[in-house]
């Protein structure tokens, strides 16, 4: 199985900037699409940004669009997410996600393997 461990989440003033990383076990990450969800308190889990296998396809919910930017590593086996201008509503725990590429069909994907998140907490 994947493996996966997020790292960079804290606490942050409204228009910070934060930038979280997910490190993988994946032998070969290019295998794999991924992506960021979150979820916040009374909220359902959402898909924030997915990316394919090669990073020539992104997505981004509308609401950190212009905000938000994924990218990844697979030399590092790593993928980012460098979140600017950040909003309280942004505070959520933050999930990073992954699906074998020929599974991949956008953030709705049924992404298979899950880190245990990073808390990311932005104040007025």
């Known amino acids: 199985q994947v493996q996966m461990v997020e790292s960079g989440g804290g606490l942050v003033q409204a228009g910070g900037s934060l930038r979280l990383s997910c490190t993988t076990s994946?032998?070969?990450?290019?295998?794999?699409?991924m992506g960021w969800f979150r979820q916040a308190p009374g909220k359902e889990r959402e898909g924030v940004s997915c990316?394919?296998?090669?990073?020539?396809?992104?997505y981004y919910v509308d609401s950190v669009k212009g905000r938000f930017t994924i990218s990844r590593d697979n030399a590092k086996n790593t993928v980012y997410l460098q979140m600017d201008s950040l909003k309280p509503e942004d505070t959520a725990m933050y999930y990073c996600?992954?699906?074998?590429?020929?599974?991949?069909?956008?953030?709705?994907?049924?992404?298979?393997?899950w880190g245990q998140g990073t808390q990311v907490t932005v104040s007025s």
């Open positions: 994946a032998l070969d990450l290019s295998d794999f699409a």
């Open positions: 990316i394919s296998h090669s990073g020539r396809d992104k």
């Open positions: 996600t992954a699906l074998p590429r020929s599974s991949y069909d956008g953030c709705t994907s049924p992404f298979k393997y």
